[in-house]
């Protein structure tokens, strides 16, 4: 009688822990967005209470750490929720960017984040490439300490323009011209990477990393890709049914006004004010922003 008394028992007792499961995980089958993308160096994975897969980069003194995606896009809206290195994380360089390749003539268009000494503000470096031609950054100190939660970032790109903007907050755009390079024909891979920029990331190189403060560690959740797949050659493209918006996504009044505001609170670097930068003249797109 014992014995059979125990088999309702160990169901259960089954069942209770695959409640408390789905309770801890519960989407986490939807959530593994990082199935999506290739790793390199250390890269931990794990869900948070919510069921959000969160994939944590480390840095240390033999080697840095990313990953990008397995699909390449040709437009598309991009975000990723990220929390950067807490405490002093001079010299190193989080980022978030998308990227047609290596080669003289690649595209890119790159959100990255210079680390700094404690308590510094944090610098975000906004800039496009097309057809190897960049040098088009925009950098601004961000309003709030990325380190001490998550925060979403996004890039919105398509034919007429690129938007960044940060927590739904658009604080630059960079505009199509018909007579100037624009990143229209090559697809991009999405990436994202942590590693050492001593040389440039801190004070223009003068703050280097601090290894005895390493293992630096930025945490990355809730990335979306909602865009144009490329399929083979040719400009081929797989994109969203009913989900397109951003397709035809400009600045609107409301983006006009925190553009505005980001420009006059928060840039601290235009390359379009960089003289030196540019002794012969400026690029073509200055005079028309």
């Not at 990953?67 to 975000?79: A, D, I, M, Q, R």
């Not at 980001?262 to 379009?272: D, G, T």
């Amino acid at each position: 009688m014992a014995r059979r008394s125990l088999a309702p028992l160990a169901l259960a007792v089954a069942a209770t822990v695959v409640a408390l499961a789905l309770c801890f995980h519960p989407a986490s089958a939807q959530s593994a967005w990082l199935d999506e993308f290739r790793t390199d160096g250390e890269v931990r994975s794990d869900f948070d209470a919510s069921g959000k897969q969160v994939a944590s980069l480390v840095l240390d003194e033999n080697s840095g750490a990313g990953f990008n995606s397995t699909e390449k896009y040709l437009f598309g809206e991009f975000s990723v929720e990220m929390k950067l290195v807490p405490g002093n994380s001079a010299g190193t360089v989080t980022s978030f960017y998308l990227t047609s390749g290596e080669g003289d003539e690649h595209d890119e268009i790159d959100m990255e984040f210079m680390g700094n000494s404690s308590g510094a503000p944090t610098v975000l470096n906004t800039n496009v490439w097309a057809s190897g031609d960049g040098k088009k950054e925009h950098q601004f100190y961000l309003w709030f300490d990325p380190s001490a939660d998550f925060h979403k970032y996004t890039i919105i790109w398509n034919a007429k323009n690129i938007i960044f903007r940060v927590d739904d907050v658009t604080v630059r755009a960079f505009r199509r011209y018909a007579d100037l390079p624009y990143p229209d024909a090559r697809p991009m891979a999405v990436h994202a990477t942590l590693w050492d920029g001593s040389y440039w990331a801190t004070e223009k190189g003068k703050v280097p990393i601090d290894w005895a403060a390493a293992p630096f560690v930025v945490s990355y959740r809730g990335y979306t890709a909602n865009a144009c797949v490329a399929r083979g050659g040719g400009g081929r493209t797989s994109c969203p049914a009913g989900r397109n918006e951003w397709m035809d996504r400009e600045l609107d009044d409301t983006d006009r006004l925190t553009v505005a505001w980001a420009r006059r609170n928060c840039l601290q670097y235009n390359y379009c004010e960089d003289g030196w930068r540019f002794p012969d003249g400026f690029p073509g797109e200055c005079s028309r922003e």
